[in-house]
């Protein structure tokens, strides 16, 4: 069981709902948080960990499993980034990473 620190969680979506709602208090935490999904949606498929198949086909199979996941944007043939990169930490929950 994974413990859960709600101080240094991090939800991406519930901060933009909340940024939202007290931007203009006729904006629905509901109807917010919908938004944010969405906004985050193309960006989440991007920065995702590559899969073995990814890898090969983009020469990287000499990359282990066991050295950790790599974002699929975020690497190229000259430079492997690391999972999660800076754009994941920023549109995935802390629970969602792990």
Do not use: F
């Amino acid at each position: 069981m994974v413990n859960h620190d709600p101080a240094t969680e991090h939800d991406p979506v519930a901060e933009a709902a909340a940024r939202a709602v007290d931007k203009d208090p006729n904006v629905y935490t509901l109807d917010a948080k919908a938004g944010a999904r969405e906004a985050l949606a193309p960006i989440r498929e991007l920065h995702k960990p590559m899969t073995a198949d990814e890898r090969e086909s983009r020469w990287l199979s000499w990359w282990r499993d066991d050295d950790g996941d790599i974002c699929r944007e975020c690497t190229s043939s000259w430079a492997v980034a690391q999972w999660p990169c800076p754009t994941a930490k920023l549109c995935y929950t802390t629970e969602e990473l792990q």
